[in-house]
């Protein structure tokens, strides 16, 4: 009798694992939409710095301009006035710098312009690659998540079909969340899983009694042979 409640045990393992592949291969999905959503917020950023750093080169770029109007205006009161050529001479240095500098900020908003038309020219692309793997990965997404309900559909009626030792032994087994699972089976008078030593004995009750057993050590449930 326990025969068919160990293959079910089988089938919950098996139904168990595809669930996780399809988890996995969902998150593989999730992640590839990741990586290029993560791609355009970077882009973005980078545009608003770029637009704050080109206002603030022009704020710097009027005052200097008001700047070198006031110097012009100054330099050409004290030539009507004959100023001399040396107090005229600071007031051209001064006017010669307040260009310079804007024209280093001219340039810099220039270069700020080009990397944002370039940035938006690759934003322009990655929306459309957005939009192909998109729907791509979103259509993938959705088809493992229907797989998994109905996995999980197929696992509840499994849980709720064993015979109540059975079940008790899976949930409990199951809590403890496992890596690789929660079964093993006998190796050689030993847990295959933990390599814990069982008696011959006990691996007689396990393979050729099929009584239900967990490992001492590991708490795995013990899969008789030919189940
Ligand atoms: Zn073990």
Not at 2 to 31: C, G, I, P, V
Not at 142 to 155: A, F, P, S, Y
């Amino acid at each position: 009798m326990n025969d068919e409640w160990f293959s079910k045990l089988k089938e919950f393992d098996s139904l168990t694992n595809m669930k996780t592949r399809h988890l996995a291969q969902m998150d593989e999905q999730k992640k590839r939409l990741d990586v290029l959503n993560l791609k355009r917020q970077e882009k973005e950023e980078s545009i608003n710095h770029a637009l704050k750093a080109i206002h603030e080169l022009q704020q710097n770029y009027h005052e200097t301009e008001k700047k070198l109007i006031t110097c012009e205006q100054q330099s050409s009161r004290l030539r009507d006035s004959g100023a001399s050529e040396e107090k005229l001479g600071n007031y051209i240095k001064e006017a010669e710098k307040l260009e310079s500098e804007m024209f280093v900020q001219l340039e810099k908003i220039e270069a700020l312009e080009v990397e944002i038309e370039e940035s938006k020219t690759f934003l322009i692309g990655l929306n459309k690659t957005f939009e192909e793997i998109g729907y791509e990965a979103q259509n993938e997404i959705g088809i493992h998540q229907n797989e998994i309900v109905q996995l999980e559909k197929r696992l509840e009626l499994i849980l709720n079909t064993l015979p109540l030792d059975f079940k008790n032994a899976l949930e409990k087994t199951l809590k403890k969340k496992l890596a690789i699972g929660p079964f093993t089976r006998t190796d050689q008078s030993h847990c295959y899983f933990c390599r814990y030593k069982i008696s011959r004995t006990e691996e007689s009750e396990i393979d050729v009694q099929k009584i239900l057993k967990f490992c001492p050590q590991c708490s795995r449930i013990f899969l008789p042979y030919g189940c």
